[in-house]
């Protein structure tokens, strides 16, 4: 609904709706959307569009595994958010998800694979455990180093990330979302905030304003938030294999993590290449003026993984490369929790490194906890974050 209001002696336009979402990434983009479901009308922000390469869903792609060690709320999140991402793309006959598998890489004495592996039985996850030998058969164009066993998950994959989310609005907007690019302004203190000021000088009031904004959440609230999140820069690079060489794309190659290694790895998709991602955090990282230009170092880095681990690919050239920031919160759990002060404001990010698959669990999270009914997770809270950086979810 749109409201003609008088304000500062200039006519400005009001956007008047149940709901307004600061931010269409992942988190944002599904938030609006389960919202709007739920029979709310909302308003959708973002200050440079849906899957801008500035924001942390604007990557080319994400690994989609369900296994979270012994963290089953997680498994069970991905599970559902894994078919609601399904219901999206075949209702729109986009193919944005791929079934390549995702392997993990495990050492010995690595009791998160062992959890996940149980957690993976409980929720009836279709995997299966490879030992050395069988790995080796399978992958030969694999070198396993220090790892012992890999388990793979079958049904999981790689979603195609920017894609993904502008499919999410293209959605909420056919339900009528009211879409905008503008910058919001960081609210005024206030104990209930009426509207919100956009940078193209407009007024956007809500019932309730929920702030989906990744990196940005420390800058907007930086009481709040300047010590709960933190952006870190992460690089990420594409090599190409040797003409018509099909060991690097699905079916051959699976998606795959090493989480003591730091490292995890996307088959060649699209014919981008082959993808290996550093999952160590890195600097502090400021997503609007930070330059995006990959560091000597982490390529050098990106090189020697492929040395040890993929020595077909040894001097395979470098055919794309990107620097995105995570969204860490202190142990890597979300941030999803009422302002302090402000009664009807919500404050929804810490997506850290594993956020992006979870986007249609978050949106009805949200959902759920803006109806007053739903009991919060407490480790979702802003209680429940401590300052220090002791990541415990990967
Ligand atoms: C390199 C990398 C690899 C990753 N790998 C994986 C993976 O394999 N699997 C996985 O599940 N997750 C992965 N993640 C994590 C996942 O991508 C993030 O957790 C997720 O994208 C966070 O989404 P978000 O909506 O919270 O933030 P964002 O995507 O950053 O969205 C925030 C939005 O807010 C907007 N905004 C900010 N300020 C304002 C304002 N004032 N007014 C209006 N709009 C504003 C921005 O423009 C932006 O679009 C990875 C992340 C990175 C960086």
Request: hydrophobic fraction near 40%; include cysteine.
């Amino acid at each position: 609904m749109l409201l003609y209001t008088f304000h500062s002696g200039f006519e400005s336009m009001s956007h008047v709706s149940d709901v307004a979402v600061i931010g269409a990434g992942v988190f944002g983009a599904w938030t609006a959307l389960q919202l709007r479901r739920s029979g709310r009308s909302v308003t959708l922000v973002d200050a440079f569009g849906a899957g801008n390469t500035r924001s942390s869903s604007g990557g080319i792609s994400r690994v989609f595994r369900i296994g979270y060690g012994h963290d089953a709320l997680y498994s069970r999140w991905a599970q559902r958010s894994l078919t609601a991402w399904l219901e999206l793309f075949r209702d729109g006959r986009l193919e944005l998800f791929t079934q390549t598998g995702v392997l993990w890489m495990t050492r010995s004495d690595d009791p998160m694979t062992d959890e996940t592996v149980d957690t993976l039985r409980r929720l009836r996850v279709p995997f299966e455990i490879l030992d050395r030998a069988e790995l080796e058969r399978r992958y030969p164009q694999l070198s396993f180093g220090p790892v012992t066993r890999g388990v793979l998950e079958s049904e999981a994959g790689v979603i195609m990330a920017r894609r993904a989310v502008q499919a999410v609005v293209r959605q909420a907007v056919r339900q009528s979302v009211d879409y905008r690019i503008t910058a919001v302004t960081p609210p005024a203190d206030t104990e209930h905030l009426e509207s919100v000021r956009t940078s193209d000088g407009d007024r956007i009031t809500a019932g309730t304003f929920v702030f989906a904004c990744g990196p940005w959440l420390p800058t907007l609230f930086p009481a709040t938030l300047g010590d709960r999140i933190h952006p870190t820069r992460q690089e990420v690079f594409f090599f190409g294999s040797a003409p018509g060489d099909r060991r690097f794309a699905p079916p051959a190659m699976p998606a795959w993590v090493d989480f003591a290694g730091g490292v995890y790895g996307v088959p060649d998709l699209e014919g981008r290449g082959f993808k290996v991602g550093l999952d160590h955090h890195g600097p502090p990282f400021d997503p609007d003026l930070g330059e995006r230009r990959v560091s000597d170092g982490a390529l050098e880095v990106a090189r020697m993984i492929l040395t040890r681990r993929v020595p077909a690919l040894d001097a395979a050239p470098l055919l794309e490369a990107h620097v995105c920031q995570y969204s860490n919160s202190s142990n890597g759990d979300f941030i999803i929790d009422r302002h302090p002060e402000m009664d009807n404001v919500w404050l929804v990010g810490g997506g850290s490194g594993h956020g992006f698959k979870h986007g249609p669990a978050v949106g009805e999270y949200v959902t759920a906890q803006l109806s007053d009914r739903a009991t919060p997770e407490a480790r979702f809270t802003l209680a429940a974050h401590g300052t220090a950086q002791q990541r415990k979810v990967f």
